[in-house]
Structure formats: structure tokens, C-alpha cells
């Protein structure tokens, strides 16, 4: 079994009943439900539903657990038909191929419950949860510490396996543990210093772990009226100087020193560039919109032509930030 990334026992897979087969085989339509739980694997669930992009082919294996136990019986049924693991979260910083994802695609955007402790100032929140919603709730209650993170459109799993960050700020800053889960079903709680974190990334990156919940530590005491007030500029900002009206994935690109991703595109001359239905932002040019229609081919083709353009003007091979995940053509 490999995953690739977004306390009940381990459930035993001579349990699972399906409304077709038992088996690994998703030639037909079917689900399977796993012992012990309300959970249902299904077959070829299309991915564009899940996903910023609003594009992206079936997966072989779809399941979208509500709680802990649902997650481990289902990377227990994973390790036992030895699929490949994916882990979407809200599916806003990635690009899935038109071909779809084979293996267990795990869905983690229903893993919910967040406590904010108001004697440590801390906020333990669950891997689905909302990072824009828990920034408002935090401003709401005079907490600082999130207001800079009203902007990311994702969830608390993949900003904290991706380092998520804007406004000088990032996850790393007020990390204090995140929860993982392994692949044997066993969890471990991991400190900023052992997840590695770099900019926009962490250990967690291309490894077996998925993410259950996070600790962040804030600080309470703030007029909550003036925390709002911040966060709302913050919001504001992000609306005006990027494109929200169409589905993209955010910045596709890292940004390279000394300039930014999107300052060394638009020099190239490709802001409005387009290629099918996917277009180089007008907004912003480290953007990459769904005008309608878009394939993820035509993106992928896109991110290409971006990164061929600016190398041969500037010397420099543009690193994607967004996650390609299944087939791709093979281009250089």
C-alpha cells in the first residue's frame, strides 16, 4: 500500500458487506460498507465534484469517512486489497488528471470537531475542518493568531502537509503538534521541528502519514470587533488581487527569489494566455482559471507552456506548488 498526500481499533475486513461482490474489482458500480461503521466505499466516483479545479477523472475507489474509525477501516481495507492510497481534502491545491486516480481515493473534508481551549490558548481541530471558517470563528472570539489564513481555500489536513501560508504568516508559526495517522493504524502526534517544514512543505509531503487533527496555539485577550476588522482587510485584500470569480487552485507556482511567480509571468507577456478553457488570470498571473469547460490536460498543458516561456526568458524553471496527482502526458 502507498498513500499519497491529504482511537477505535483497526476493523477486520471479513466483515465487509457489499451490495455486488467483496472484492477489489470496480469494473461495475457498487459500494461497500465496512464493518462497524456507517462508512461506504464506492466505485468510480468522479472527482471534478471534489476538487477547486472542477475537473479531474473517476476514482477507482472513493470513501469520505465522518470519524476516526471509518479512516482506519479504511486504510485497513486499502492494505488489505493493496490499493494505492490519495487523500483529498477540500481539493484546492491540486490537479487531477482527466484519467482519474487508481486505487482508494480517502476523501477527509468530513472529519470534524474543533475545541478552543480558553486556559492555554490553544485550538485542536480536526483534519476536515475549514481553515477560512476556523479564522472568522477565531476573530469572532478575540483570538489572534489565524487572520491571515481567512484567505486559503482549504482545510486544516493539507495546510498543515503543506505548510499553507499568506501575509508574511504561515502554519508553521503556530503549529504546536498535528496528529497523524500511519499505515499500520497506529497514531502519532508530531512536533513542528520533527515535520520538517520549509516553505510550503513539510515531511508530510509524499509520505504514508495522513494528518487526523492539528493543535495550533493562538493568543486570546483581542477585541474581537478589532480582530474582524483585520481579518476582513485580509479577505479584502485577497478578493481584490486575485481571481475568486472562476475555479482555480490558488498560486500554481512557487514563488523563486529574487522575484515572484506571478511578477516573472506576467514580464513574460502571458497574462490572459489561454489554452482550451484554462487561462493565465488576468488578476494575477501566478493564477490559472477554469473559464468553463477547462480539461485538466488543458491546465496541465498550460503549467507547461508557463514554465518553458520563463525559462527561456529568464532562466528559471517555475516549481509547481499545486499537486499533480494521476496520469499526465510526458512533457518536459
Known amino acids: 500500500m502507498t498513500i499519497s498526500q491529504a482511537t477505535a481499533s483497526v476493523c477486520s475486513i471479513s466483515g465487509i458487506k457489499s451490495n455486488r ?30 476538487t477547486s479545479y472542477r475537473v479531474g477523472g473517476p476514482a477507482e475507489w472513493y470513501v469520505a ?3 476516526l474509525k471509518s479512516l482506519r477501516a479504511s486504510i485497513e481495507y486499502a492494505k488489505t486489497y ?19 486516480i487508481p486505487g482508494l481515493v480517502v476523501v477527509t473534508r468530513h472529519l470534524r470537531h474543533r475545541q478552543f481551549n480558553p486556559e492555554t490558548g490553544q485550538l485542536t481541530v480536526a483534519a476536515g475542518e475549514s481553515i477560512p471558517g476556523l479564522a472568522w470563528e477565531a476573530a469572532g472570539l478575540g483570538w489572534v493568531g489565524l487572520e491571515w489564513a481567512v484567505g486559503i481555500p482549504g482545510t486544516v489536513g ?6 499553507a501560508g499568506a501575509h508574511s504568516s504561515c502554519i508553521a508559526d503556530i503549529l504546536v503538534s498535528a496528529q497523524v495517522l500511519s ?18 512543505t513539510s515531511n508530510l509531503q509524499g509520505g504514508a502519514s495522513i494528518v487526523t487533527q492539528a493543535t495550533f496555539q493562538l493568543q486570546p485577550g483581542m477585541a474581537p470587533e478589532q480582530l474582524l476588522a483585520i481579518t476582513k482587510e485580509h479577505k479584502s485584500h485577497r478578493l481584490s488581487t486575485q481571481p475568486y470569480d472562476k475555479p482555480s487552485c490558488g498560486s500554481v507556482f512557487r514563488n523563486p527569489k529574487p522575484h515572484g511567480a506571478g511578477w516573472l509571468i506576467e514580464q513574460t507577456g502571458l497574462k490572459g494566455f489561454q489554452i482550451g478553457n484554462a487561462q493565465v488570470a488576468q488578476r494575477h498571473a501566478n493564477f490559472i482559471v477554469n473559464c468553463g469547460g477547462a480539461s485538466a490536460g488543458d491546465i496541465f498543458s498550460l503549467i507547461r507552456h508557463i514554465q518553458h ?24
Open 21 to 50: 461482490q467483496t472484492t477489489a474489482s470496480s469494473n461495475t458500480k457498487k459500494e461497500i460498507y465496512l464493518p462497524g461503521t456507517d462508512c461506504a466505499i464506492k466505485t468510480q466516483v468522479y472527482l471534478s465534484g471534489y
Open 65 to 67: 469517512p465522518r470519524n
Open 82 to 100: 493493496k490499493l494505492p492510497i490519495t487523500v483529498l481534502g477540500a481539493g484546492s491545491n491540486l490537479l487531477v488528471s482527466d484519467r482519474g
Open 158 to 163: 493539507g495546510a498543515v502537509v503543506m505548510n
Open 183 to 200: 499505515p499500520d493504524g497506529t497514531l502519532e502526534t508530531l512536533t513542528p521541528s520533527e515535520l520538517g517544514y520549509k516553505y510550503r
Open 309 to 332: 516561456q520563463v525559462q527561456e526568458q529568464w532562466s528559471i524553471w517555475l516549481e509547481p506548488e499545486v499537486k499533480m496527482i494521476g496520469e499526465f502526458p510526458a512533457m518536459g
